[in-house]
């Protein structure tokens, strides 16, 4: 079955940095689209960034410019660099197979002001 492993949240003061990685297995992981989601306290969980299976990548508005998406296909990877890290940006985040039900458990990133 599908498995998504995410890993590399934490603590991190504003303006800092943190890597998000995602270990999938389980499917040939080079034919689909991935993607990164997040939810806060109270919220709806929202779309952080895509990347289609062929490296075509789409941001939120909310983190253009500070995030970015990449995949590495022979490793089964899909990382999420996050600099200029603000308060707003505390969340869960889950790394998900775009357009399919399959999500990850979920990592904390906590941004304090």
């Known amino acids: 079955q599908v498995q998504l492993v995410e890993s590399g949240g934490g603590l991190v003061q504003a303006g800092g940095s943190l890597r998000l990685s995602c270990a999938a297995s389980?499917?040939?992981?080079?034919?689909?689209?991935m993607a990164w989601y997040r939810q806060a306290p109270g919220k709806e969980r929202e779309l952080v960034a895509a990347i289609s299976s062929g490296g075509n990548t789409n941001y939120a508005d909310s983190v253009k410019g500070r995030f970015t998406i990449s995949r590495v296909n022979a490793k089964n990877t899909v990382d999420l660099q996050m600099t200029s890290l603000k308060p707003e940006d505390t969340a869960v985040y889950y790394c998900?197979?775009?357009?399919?039900?399959?999500w990850g458990q979920g990592t904390q990133v906590t941004v304090s002001s």
């Open positions: 389980g499917l040939t992981f080079g034919s689909y689209a």
């Open positions: 998900t197979v775009r357009w399919y039900n399959y």
